[in-house]
Every structure is written in structure tokens, then in C-alpha cells.
């Protein structure tokens, strides 16, 4: 009954190497995210996906590419990883896009990277 | 630029005190949310506090919004060593939430 999952929970690979993380939600919500947090906690969106259409884009370097098959998977593939990419990422969905702060978002477990 | 900003940055405290903790944001906002964050695990949203509240409590958990001085705080009444974790404050408008950087809360049993 896990509301957003995320696969892998851990990631270990090598600079320049190409990964996906997955995730997906069962919340029957309409809008996924992807954050980034970095070793110091500071959590910070890269982007947002409202039903498929890519909305939010936060000047996220284009190595990283989200893919959203359908409302309930956004995925995240990362070309040519750099050390820096290393950081927690975490997917989110939430109910209704628009007034973002009006409604929580759900957080799925995160998937720790490490480039080596 | 970061919209949110904690303080304290850690607050360590005896299991059975109150902890507070503090939010100041830069714009004007129509809500403000705080989430915890447990080691390890993603964020879980605690509660939301729309412009025109000024006090808002959920069990344990008592949040206020003063929109004048654009600032928010947590506070959790006879803390358990289970809410050791890090808390959140989260604002935005239109699509994201902008975090803090959190303040980690170590509850000593």
C-alpha cells in the first residue's frame, strides 16, 4: 500500500556512467516531482510533471531527463553522471498542480546516488 | 534564492520539553506547509497554514503565521525521542514548494 515508491533505494556507479531511478504513485494524484537534496539537506526541486506534460524545469543541467509514461510514473534518467550529481533525490506527487503550497505533497523514500 | 530559512539550524532537548522552531520566508505567500524528515526517509507533511491563519495546532503540534514579519514557527509540545528528525518549513506559489534548509531536533529518552 506504499503511496510513492522509488527504485533504487541506493545507487553506486562511476563518472560518466548513464542511470534511471523510477517512481511511481498510487495516489491517483495528477502532478510528480523530482528534488534534489544535497549533503547539507537543502532540499531543492528540479522538476514537475502534470498529468504527462512537463511544467517545471529549474534550470536543471540537460544530462538530467524526466519521462512521465503516464500520471501515476516519472521517471529520471541521468546521462554522463558527474561527481557533483551525488545527493539524494526524491520523488513527490501531490493532488492538483497550480497553488502549489495549498496542497502537501507526498514524498516517496528517496534514492541515495553516489558517483564514485 | 531560498524562500525558507530555519532557525534554529539543530536544537538538541530532553525527551518531555517543547521544542520551537523557527520560519522566515521573503515573499508573500498564500500558504505555508512544514514537513519532517526522518533519517533516511523521505519527507512526510506535518501541516498547513493558509495567510489568513494565524494559529493552527495538529495533536502535539501547534504552528503560527505572522504574515507581517513574513515569519512561521513549530512547536512540539512533551517531545518523544521518536520526533527526533529534521523539520521543514516549505512555501511557494504556483506549481513548487520552496524548502529550508531544516532544523534537525535531537530528542534525548
Known amino acids: 500500500d506504499t503511496a510513492v515508491s522509488q527504485t533504487p533505494k541506493y545507487l553506486v556507479t562511476q563518472m560518466g556512467n548513464d542511470k534511471s531511478i523510477k517512481c511511481e504513485q498510487n495516489?491517483?494524484?495528477?502532478?510528480m516531482y523530482w528534488y534534489k537534496q544535497d549533503s547539507k539537506k537543502f532540499l531543492k526541486i528540479m522538476f514537475s510533471y502534470n498529468n504527462k506534460e512537463l511544467i517545471i524545469n529549474e534550470t536543471v543541467p540537460n544530462r538530467f531527463s524526466p519521462k512521465s509514461p503516464d500520471k501515476a510514473h516519472l521517471n529520471l534518467h541521468i546521462n554522463s553522471l558527474e561527481l557533483g550529481d551525488s545527493a539524494v533525490y526524491f520523488c513527490?506527487?501531490?493532488?492538483?498542480?497550480?497553488?502549489?503550497?495549498?496542497?502537501?505533497?507526498?514524498f516517496g523514500p528517496g534514492t541515495r546516488l553516489t558517483v564514485t | 534564492s531560498q524562500q525558507g530559512e530555519e532557525d534554529p539550524q539543530a536544537l538538541s532537548i530532553q525527551e518531555g520539553e517543547n521544542a520551537t522552531m523557527n520560519c522566515s520566508y521573503k515573499?508573500?505567500?498564500?500558504?505555508l506547509q512544514w514537513y519532517r524528515q526522518n533519517s533516511g526517509r523521505g519527507l512526510v507533511h506535518l501541516i498547513l497554514?493558509?495567510?489568513?491563519?494565524r494559529e493552527k495546532h495538529s495533536g502535539r503540534l501547534r504552528v503560527t503565521l505572522d504574515t507581517s514579519k513574513k515569519s512561521s514557527s513549530l512547536l512540539i509540545t512533551a517531545s518523544r525521542a521518536a520526533d527526533t528528525a529534521s523539520y521543514f518549513c516549505a512555501t511557494g506559489n504556483t506549481g513548487k514548494l520552496i524548502f529550508g534548509q531544516g532544523t534537525t531536533l535531537q530528542v534525548k529518552p
Open positions: 497554514i493558509r495567510s489568513n491563519e
Open positions: 513527490a506527487s501531490s493532488q492538483v498542480f497550480g497553488q502549489a503550497n495549498s496542497y502537501e505533497q507526498y
Open positions: 495516489l491517483g494524484h495528477d502532478t
Open positions: 515573499t508573500s505567500i498564500n500558504n
